[in-house]
């Protein structure tokens, strides 16, 4: 297949700080910041090497002569089975190098594209491509792309039609793009339409209120909270919810701690109280940081949520969190949940006394061998000097707990 989709949630990833944390969101529009063309196809046509030549220059970010050599392609040969895509990727490259002649000469590429190669495989990717070169056009001052753009994002709001679940993603594409750059033009017009987006309930209009959700987060106005709260609250899918939950976290304020606490205390979904959890360990203050302690306490609430409390005090800056884990496990019958405390105190500053407490609890006969082997573990992966891990040897009479030592 050589259909590219953009990735523009680059940030959730950076979030996502461990395999235990929030997934990754995959939601498709341009954000066109760093792409790899598809490797060439088709030795045998005779614009293969020009195509080749074009991918090293445009994975290499040399814009300026991937445009060029793009280009010839369609001009040389264009009964290539490159010529469709390669006026795309010079179409990509002009915008990339940006300027108001090489964003016009990238609108032509596309129109070009769309006319003599109506089937190229990058075709739904221009689309999306030309909504984000229209934005830059109409921050430029060019009134016309400004005008395109406003009528794009307003299309947003019509609902779909029935029965068009699944088959829509295309179109969300361009919408939210042009949504995008309406928001960083104009966000007092924007922010109507995303509201109207996010009231839609057709069955069509579910991954774009996701994208919405996104949009709505990334750009702060005094509506910001209530509108994600809305999301929250009234939503039908719970996939919306969640990333409005999840994009809380990006909401600094004591009502968007508010509600995510309320999330903590009264929601049954799992999902939703992962996402809530993520969410207030991005909050930087003392009360997020005590609804996240009053959490990994709460033996009501579901221990894999409360691995994810664990999990996110042990990544804070904050010194009180290694001392309340180290009370926390104290109290703790659940093995997985030990489990994590001593993987998360591992993950604390030195110089707190965490390194001599996970060798208290290896040597510990109060402890399963499983916990004390696993505190051994950290230990040693946290740094512990050997010499402190050698004088232990003599200290225990357990078989596995010395061969753990000796590993």
Same mark, same amino acid.
């Given at each position: 297949?050589?259909?590219? #989709?953009?990735?523009?949630?680059?940030?959730?990833? =950076?979030?996502?700080?461990?395999?235990?944390?929030?997934?990754?969101?995959?939601?498709?529009?341009?954000? =066109?910041?760093?792409?790899?063309?598809?490797?060439?196809?088709?030795?045998?046509?005779?614009?293969?090497?020009?195509?080749? =030549? @074009? #991918?090293?220059?445009?994975?290499?970010?040399?814009?300026?002569?991937?445009?060029?050599?793009?280009?010839?392609?369609?001009?040389? %040969?264009?009964?290539?089975?490159?010529? @469709?895509?390669?006026?795309?990727?010079?179409?990509?490259?002009?915008?990339?190098?940006?300027?108001?002649?090489?964003?016009?000469?990238?609108?032509?590429?596309?129109?070009?594209?769309?006319?003599?190669?109506?089937?190229?495989?990058?075709?739904?990717?221009?689309?999306?491509?030309?909504?984000?070169?229209?934005?830059?056009?109409?921050?430029? @001052?060019?009134?016309?792309? &400004?005008?395109?753009?406003?009528?794009?994002?307003?299309?947003?709001?019509?609902?779909?039609?029935?029965?068009?679940?699944?088959?829509?993603?295309?179109?969300?594409?361009?919408?939210?793009?042009?949504?995008?750059?309406?928001?960083?033009?104009?966000?007092?017009?924007?922010?109507?339409?995303?509201?109207?987006?996010?009231?839609?309930?057709?069955?069509?209009?579910?991954?774009?209120?996701?994208?919405?959700?996104?949009?709505?987060?990334?750009?702060?106005?005094?509506?910001?909270?209530?509108?994600?709260?809305?999301?929250?609250?009234?939503?039908?899918?719970?996939?919306?919810?969640?990333?409005?939950?999840?994009?809380?976290?990006?909401?600094?304020?004591?009502?968007?701690?508010?509600?995510?606490?309320?999330?903590?205390?009264?929601?049954?979904?799992?999902?939703?109280?992962?996402?809530?959890? %993520?969410?207030?360990?991005?909050?930087?203050?003392? #009360?997020? &940081?005590?609804?996240?302690?009053?959490?990994?306490?709460?033996?009501?609430?579901?221990?894999?949520?409360?691995?994810?409390?664990?999990?996110?005090? &042990?990544?804070?800056?904050?010194?009180?969190?290694?001392?309340?884990?180290?009370? =926390? %496990?104290?109290?703790?019958?659940?093995?997985?949940?030990?489990?994590?405390?001593?993987?998360?105190?591992?993950?604390?500053?030195? @110089?707190?006394?965490?390194?001599?407490?996970?060798?208290?609890?290896?040597?510990?006969?109060?402890?399963?061998?499983?916990? #004390?082997?696993?505190?051994?573990?950290?230990?040693?992966?946290?740094?512990?000097?050997?010499?402190?891990?050698?004088?232990?040897?003599?200290?225990?009479?357990?078989?596995?707990?010395?061969?753990?030592?000796? %590993?």
């Amino acid at each position: 297949m050589r259909q590219f #989709r953009f990735s523009w949630l680059g940030v959730a990833l =950076l979030l996502a700080a461990s395999a235990d944390a929030v997934p990754a969101q995959n939601i498709n529009v341009a954000s =066109l910041t760093s792409v790899r063309v598809p490797a060439s196809w088709n030795q045998k046509d005779p614009a293969d090497s020009l195509y080749r =030549l @074009g #991918r090293e220059a445009l994975n290499q970010n040399n814009y300026k002569r991937a445009a060029d050599v793009f280009a010839r392609i369609p001009d040389r %040969f264009p009964q290539s089975t490159y010529a @469709g895509d390669a006026l795309y990727w010079q179409a990509f490259s002009l915008y990339r190098v940006g300027g108001e002649d090489n964003l016009d000469n990238a609108q032509q590429a596309l129109e070009r594209q769309a006319d003599k190669y109506p089937r190229a495989a990058t075709r739904g990717d221009a689309r999306v491509l030309r909504e984000r070169i229209r934005g830059e056009q109409a921050r430029l @001052g060019n009134a016309d792309s &400004g005008a395109r753009v406003a009528k794009t994002a307003s299309d947003a709001v019509k609902p779909g039609t029935p029965g068009c679940k699944g088959r829509d993603d295309d179109d969300d594409d361009v919408r939210a793009t042009a949504l995008n750059a309406l928001l960083q033009m104009d966000a007092a017009a924007a922010v109507p339409i995303l509201k109207q987006v996010l009231a839609r309930r057709d069955e069509c209009s579910e991954s774009l209120r996701k994208k919405a959700v996104f949009l709505i987060a990334q750009k702060r106005t005094d509506e910001t909270e209530d509108i994600l709260m809305s999301v929250i609250r009234t939503d039908p899918s719970s996939d919306v919810r969640e990333q409005g939950v999840f994009w809380m976290s990006q909401v600094p304020g004591e009502k968007a701690i508010n509600l995510l606490e309320q999330i903590l205390k009264t929601s049954k979904d799992e999902e939703i109280l992962d996402k809530a959890v %993520f969410a207030i360990s991005q909050h930087n203050s003392q #009360r997020a &940081g005590q609804i996240l302690r009053d959490y990994a306490m709460n033996e009501s609430a579901p221990a894999d949520i409360r691995e994810k409390a664990i999990f996110w005090l &042990g990544q804070q800056n904050n010194a009180d969190n290694g001392i309340f884990l180290r009370t =926390l %496990f104290t109290k703790l019958t659940n093995e997985d949940l030990k489990e994590k405390v001593l993987f998360s105190i591992s993950q604390r500053r030195k @110089g707190e006394g965490n390194d001599k407490w996970l060798m208290d609890v290896a040597v510990d006969p109060k402890q399963s061998v499983e916990v #004390r082997k696993k505190a051994l573990f950290w230990a040693g992966q946290a740094g512990t000097p050997i010499e402190g891990l050698s004088a232990l040897y003599a200290r225990v009479d357990n078989e596995e707990i010395r061969e753990q030592l000796i %590993f």
